[in-house]
């Protein structure tokens, strides 16, 4: 066992009926560190998920949460806590008697157990002798959040976090995984949403047809990553353009007909290309404005990963 | 903790999470009932509404005369928790535990708080054990509402009355208390059953109102079956029978047998539903996102077993009790007829201050008849005929009154006086203090189905 490894999947796989889930998966989760799980619908991210909070055992391959073997459903460590499919709530409940009662299942005293304390965390401590029936989306996986935090988790899985949360939302639960990793709790999050993947996690795993197509660092993807379109915005645009069509290993991407705003040159290139091509433009005394990829590398690397792996089916 | 050499924090070894205690996952369970506006309405309901219903009916001039005890609810407090006993039966306790049981399982899969519930108590059999045990205690509450309130009911608007019972003797107040206690108690066997079928219906068909309308649904076929002419084996087979057989301790000496029977197998199917209800619960995978209810393996494993425990329980009680017809013979009808007609001729002796005398003395008797004497003298219907004969002590001469039965299927008959007027023929008799109700004109009985009991 890696001392350093909340989670240590080798080889998963896990079937229901006919349909393969997971094929041969690997994993591994730092910690201390929070770790995305992408991928499109029917991926296996859920059931990877359910696995990890002890839902149910693999068909095969091996499995190790906070340096245990888990051989068995429902056997995983103690400070193992999160939600899959969303966060399982009460609606005839308050908030607070949601965890009241999740502080007594586990044995806590409901008064000692920190309820206020997790409430104020995801920020509902206004609504807190509210029913859960009459909460958003967005209230409900807060509390779903308040309720994985009370048994103080070591591993915290979490499904969609941020599904429902309005930007200041998102914000604040960004900001409370943060501080969790920080002080060392390790995060598996699964998300639809690249930009949450991208501002949350320092690793990634993306899954595709039950297979695993990339896990590592996202800074290795974006390097691994093939050509991407970028925006450039400049003080002349024209100058801009006739740079670009010189510099070897730049493409001008032809949507000038689409394009609203007549200063913004769109351009395919590897990153070397991009240097060597703001390089010049700043030589030739052109100001850049702005420089952005058109999709995030991540969001790139998702689509051509996941789209191969579609394909090779 | 300790530290690694490239300054990480080690991952210590975690001890398995532990499973949540029974009794903190029953109390769970508990509160998430309780917390419910359907539940907490039915107990208030089942609190109040019967005492209410059985002062109002008390007071009224017409009476519910067609149920068991109704016609009594004049006379004594004690018939009230008797009439809402039967249209417990019928109606209340299946509708209750489907509402109960019925749904413990099935609002989780509405809910999608399988999941959360799983990781959090970790342990499908304490959450299985914890939920039957919570949807029981509230289904007990729920029948001690409607026992405790119809019985208050009715002795705070007619009193502390001794009570007739259905073979015409009468009860006293104490003894009344103690029988209605006992029909209460020995109900809760088929409601159990029903409640173990509303688990069962719960897990194998998940978020589907099926689930909910099993308990009524088997409540109104085992009722109509009550209503058919089944040999006898078959009906005491059938888990509501004990809704019925709780008439037998009102009679002396009790008719234990069939109530008995009728308790025992309503208790058998109870384990054998929960039992299966267990089955599918902890074979379920709680991480296929496609589960919708348990589908065929629900006929396999939940229905096909309880009709092979019908079969197996018929085969054991007609082998057991020699009563393979309708357990409505001749005899029968008129030794249940005379008895009761004995206990209620001094009923109305003493209500006319006539000098007493004594069910020996009176040596009643019957003679009943099936269609005038056309075809078989035996089973249900309303075409008995019968001619009570009975002696007064100095008087040569016997005294004979005539009677129209109606007799059940389930061995409960009406009486219907047809004459002579002094005796059965008009529904008052003038007393000394005025008219009063004639105990003679029209009465309940009851035909024990079994021959098991000795007669008194």
Not at chain 1, 194 to 208: G, H, P, Q, R
Not at chain 1, 272 to 280: M, N, R, S, T
Not at chain 2, 127 to 135: D, E, M, P
Not at chain 2, 254 to 273: D, K, M
Request: hydrophobic content about 50%; overall charge neutral.
């Amino acid at each position: 066992m890696d001392a350093l490894h909340a989670v240590r999947a080798r080889g998963i796989t896990k079937s229901f009926g006919e349909v393969v889930a997971l094929d041969g998966v690997d994993l591994d989760v730092t910690q201390g560190q929070i770790h995305g799980l992408v991928g499109p619908n029917g991926a296996g991210k859920t059931t990877l998920l359910g696995l990890l909070l002890g839902l149910a055992v693999a068909d095969g391959g091996r499995l190790e949460i906070l340096g245990r073997p888990v051989e068995r459903a429902l056997a995983v460590p103690d400070g193992v806590a999160g939600f899959v499919d969303g966060p399982g709530l009460y609606p005839s409940l308050t908030a607070r008697q949601n965890l009241a009662a999740l502080a007594r299942l586990r044995g806590h005293d409901a008064r000692t157990a920190g309820i206020d304390e997790v409430l104020d965390q995801v920020g509902l401590t206004d609504v807190a002798d509210d029913r859960a029936r009459g909460f958003s989306l967005g209230m409900r996986q807060r509390l779903g959040l308040a309720a994985a935090l009370l048994v103080k988790p070591r591993l915290l899985v979490l499904d969609e976090p941020s599904n429902g949360l309005d930007p200041a939302g998102k914000r604040h639960v960004h900001g409370v995984l943060h501080r969790l990793a920080a002080d060392g709790t390790s995060v598996v999050v699964s998300s639809h949403r690249m930009d949450d993947v991208e501002a949350l996690c320092s690793e990634v795993t993306i899954l595709a047809t039950g297979r695993v197509v990339f896990s590592g660092p996202l800074t290795k993807l974006a390097a691994e990553n093939r050509e991407l379109d970028y925006r450039v915005r400049t003080s002349d645009p024209v100058a801009a353009r006739r740079l670009a069509a010189d510099t070897t290993g730049i493409r001008l991407v032809d949507d000038a007909g689409t394009r609203q705003d007549a200063e913004v040159l769109v351009v395919r290139a590897l990153v070397p290309a991009l240097d060597e091509l703001v390089a010049g433009i700043v030589r030739s005394g052109v100001a850049v404005r702005e420089l952005a990829p058109v999709v995030s590398p991540l969001e790139a690397a998702f689509l051509a990963l996941t789209d191969q792996q579609e394909a090779g089916r | 903790m300790t530290a690694t050499d490239t300054g990480q924090r080690e991952v210590t070894v975690a001890a398995v999470a532990r499973r949540a205690p029974l009794v903190r996952g029953y109390r769970f369970e508990l509160v998430k009932l309780v917390s419910q506006w359907r539940i907490r309405l039915l107990v208030l309901a089942c609190w109040i509404a019967p005492a209410l219903f059985v002062a109002a009916v008390s007071r009224q001039s017409t009476l519910p005369s067609d149920t068991l005890f109704g016609r009594w609810m004049h006379a004594t407090g004690w018939a009230g928790p008797l009439v809402m006993l039967g249209f417990a039966g019928t109606w209340a306790l299946p509708l209750l535990t489907s509402l109960v049981a019925g749904d413990v399982f099935a609002a989780e899969d509405r809910l999608g708080t399988w999941r959360h519930l799983l990781v959090a108590v970790r342990s499908p059999r304490r959450i299985f054990v914890a939920k039957s045990l919570a949807s029981l205690t509230v289904i007990l509450v729920l029948v001690a509402g409607l026992a405790c309130s119809s019985a208050v009911g009715g002795l705070a608007s007619v009193g502390n009355q001794p009570l007739v019972g259905l073979d015409g003797r009468l009860l006293a107040p104490g003894d009344a208390a103690g029988r209605v206690l006992l029909a209460w108690i020995c109900a809760l066997a088929p409601t159990l059953a029903l409640a173990a079928i509303g688990l069962l219906g719960s897990v194998a068909l998940g978020r589907s109102s099926m689930g909910l309308l099993l308990p009524p649904l088997v409540a109104l076929g085992m009722q109509v079956a009550q209503m058919l002419p089944l040999p006898v084996a078959v009906r005491l087979a059938l888990p509501g029978y004990a809704f019925i057989a709780w008439n037998g301790l009102f009679t002396s000496p009790g008719q234990l047998g069939p109530l008995l029977i009728g308790i025992a197998v309503s208790l058998v199917w109870a384990v054998l539903a929960t039992a299966l209800a267990y089955l599918l619960f902890v074979r379920r995978d709680f991480t296929n996102p496609a589960y919708d209810g348990s589908g065929r393996r629900a006929i396999t494993v939940g229905a096909l077993p309880l009709a092979a425990l019908t079969a197996l329980t018929v085969a054991v009680i007609a082998v057991a009790t020699p009563s393979m017809g309708s357990g409505i013979k001749q005899d029968k009808v008129q030794h249940s007829l005379a008895t009761a007609f004995a206990h209620l001729y001094r009923l109305q002796t003493r209500q006319l201050h006539r000098p007493a005398v004594t069910e020996a003395q009176l040596r009643t008797t019957a003679a009943c008849s099936k269609s005038d004497g056309q075809g078989a003298q035996e089973g249900a219907g309303n075409d008995w005929r019968c001619v009570v004969t009975w002696h007064l002590p100095g008087i040569a001469v016997a005294g004979q009154a005539i009677y129209q039965l109606d007799v059940g299927s389930d061995g409960r008959f009406v009486a219907d006086g047809d004459g002579p007027k002094e005796v059965n023929g008009y529904f008052l008799v003038r007393t000394s203090t005025g008219d009063a109700p004639n105990p003679l004109w029209q009465f309940d009985g009851n035909v024990e189905l079994l021959d098991t009991t000795s007669k008194g």
